[in-house]
């Protein structure tokens, strides 16, 4: 038996991007850091704490996504966990590349971090280590079983595109042995490294993979794994015309957070200068217009303004014009877990 739901949006419960910083020792070729809009700087501890506590009490639940860059890399996440400990965080997650630097296992307790989130972008070695760079792949996996052996909950976190959707149907029976608790797929975008990725030559015309291959492979897939008793999360990417769109920067309470100050409430802005909120000297306070807010509440048929304006590839339009559906706000995920 399992239990599949869309998850909703909500304005009871924050949640937290944190990059504390934007260095990282791998290259992926979809990375979506972008260091010209996102900073270069490693955010000192007292600043993590003081940008914390701006957001644990905006609603009855908070929940903190650490991430960089490679965050492990930040000598004093441990504390940086322990803070949000602290200050009351519902849910504390680190999101790493496997590398697991400054003994981030050893620093931390299980019961501090609710999931260590593992990036792996290929089944095989080859096509992972040809996306993330040689060697990630056994590293990833280490930390994974190193992770796992320790007591921690271990989630994977897998990018679907063109260039490894084909071995996708291999990964249920490798979570599974690796003993993660949770499965998070989720889409390349079209932005960072893979908006100008004509260069890199590894993916076919589009990154992405086709509406059809989609819905063919992942619902269906993400029901098997679930039936193992991994809870499965992916996004649900097509709306049909009865279907209702949000957005979730109107309905929902997501803050997408970057060193240099700037503060996102859209993930696929985080390209532009366009944030609605920043910290200046440890205060968060609102710009200026124009920002991203002004793009929430327009209403086109194709569902997503932002998606409409920077990854187009994804519609398909009938002979009359009109799209033949909908994309939903890139943050509306179906979850499937076991009962
Ligand atoms: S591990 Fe993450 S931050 Fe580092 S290069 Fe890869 S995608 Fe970018
Ligand atoms: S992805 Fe689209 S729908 Fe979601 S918050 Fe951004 S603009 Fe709104």
Request: charge should be positive; charged fraction near 25%.
């Amino acid at each position: 038996m399992k239990d599949k739901k869309t998850v909703s949006f909500s304005k009871d419960a924050t949640n937290i991007f944190f990059h504390i910083l934007t260095n990282c020792n791998l290259k992926c070729r979809h990375c979506y850091i972008n260091k010209k809009e996102h900073g270069k700087n490693t955010l000192p501890l007292e600043t993590i704490k003081a940008w914390l506590e701006a957001f644990a009490g905006k609603s009855a639940t908070a929940n903190v996504i650490f991430l960089g860059g490679e965050p492990t890399l930040h000598q004093d996440l441990s504390l940086a966990v322990k803070h949000a400990k602290k200050t009351g965080y519902k849910s504390i997650t680190i999101d790493t590349n496997g590398y697991l630097f400054n003994g981030i296992l050893s620093k931390t307790e299980p019961g501090e971090v609710n999931y260590i989130s593992f990036s792996l972008d290929g089944v095989t070695r080859r096509t992972n280590d040809m996306l993330r760079g040689k060697g990630s792949y056994d590293k990833c996996i280490l930390g994974i079983k190193d992770a796992v052996a320790k007591g921690f909950n271990t989630s994977l976190i897998y990018t679907v595109s063109s260039a490894n959707i084909d071995e996708f149907d291999m990964i249920e029976d490798l979570l599974c042995d690796l003993g993660v608790v949770r499965f998070f797929i989720q889409v390349i975008g079209i932005r960072g490294k893979t908006a100008k990725s004509g260069s890199s030559g590894i993916y076919q015309e589009n990154p992405q993979v086709s509406r059809l291959k989609w819905l063919d492979i992942i619902p269906a897939a993400a029901e098997k794994i679930a039936r193992r008793g991994i809870t499965v999360t992916y996004p649900k990417v097509y709306l049909n015309q009865k279907e209702q769109f949000e957005c979730a920067g109107l309905v929902a309470d997501n803050y997408f957070i970057f060193p240099n100050g700037r503060v996102y409430r859209c993930p696929l802005c985080e390209d532009y200068p366009v944030h609605s909120m920043e910290f200046k000297e440890n205060m968060l306070v609102k710009t200026g217009k124009i920002n991203e807010t002004d793009l929430f509440g327009l209403s086109i048929p194709e569902g997503c303004v932002m998606n409409r304006l920077i990854q187009p590839g994804n519609l398909s339009y009938k002979k009359d014009g009109t799209p033949e559906y909908k994309i939903a706000c890139c943050l509306l995920k179906e979850e499937l877990s076991a009962m």
